[in-house]
């Protein structure tokens, strides 16, 4: 079974720094572009910034600057730097991977999500 788990969530003022990381686990071989979700209460699921397998990567323009994507083929995970956070960054944080490879051919996985909130 393919997973993805999230995890570095957690409270954190305003102009503050967060990182978010998100390991795929199970018999994998390769994935294609992974990225990151987010879900404010009341608000559709954007996204926020995906990484190909080659390193190529796009940013929604409301993190521009302020969030770097990054990924580490040979761990499987991928990470989202968060600085300079604000008040609009509170969501749900949801890790994706938009083809997996596996034994048993290909899937798109989610993950559970963690909570991001930027308060004073």
């Known amino acids: 079974q393919v997973q993805l788990v999230e995890s570095g969530g957690g409270l954190v003022q305003p102009g503050g720094s967060l990182r978010l990381s998100c390991a795929a686990s199970g018999s994998i071989f390769s994935i294609n572009t992974m990225g990151w979700y987010r879900q404010a209460p009341g608000k559709q699921r954007e996204l926020v910034a995906a990484?190909?397998?080659?390193?190529?990567?796009n940013y929604a323009d409301s993190v521009k600057g302020r969030f770097t994507i990054s990924r580490d083929n040979a761990k499987n995970t991928v990470y989202l730097q968060l600085n300079s956070l604000k008040p609009e960054d509170t969501a749900v944080y949801y890790c994706h991977a938009d083809w997996i490879a596996t034994m048993r051919g290909g899937l798109e996985v989610w993950g559970q999500g963690t909570l991001v909130t930027v308060s004073s």
């Open positions: 990484i190909t397998s080659g390193g190529s990567t």
